[in-house]
């Protein structure tokens, strides 16, 4: 799978996590899933996003690599 994908799937996952958290644990847990938007429309614009650099550091292999 490429980095991009599994860049999706950590978002995908932490939003929904978050939101279920806030539901049923604590209202607390929704600014975690305002803080994965806010992350995500910023690497839009600066192209830059942490945890691609992690996922990097990992070996995950980007789409245009291979």
């Known amino acids: 799978m490429s980095i991009e994908r599994y860049l999706r799937l950590i978002a995908g996952f932490f939003v929904m996590a978050s939101v279920a958290m806030?539901?049923?644990?604590?209202?607390?847990?929704f600014l975690?899933?305002?803080?994965?938007?806010?992350?995500?429309f910023q690497s839009a614009f600066t192209k830059w996003c942490p945890m691609i650099t992690f996922l990097r550091k990992l070996g995950v292999q980007s789409s245009e690599t291979r």
């Open 22 to 29: 806030g539901y049923w644990v604590h209202p607390g847990w």
């Open 32 to 40: 975690f899933t305002a803080f994965v938007g806010l992350n995500l």
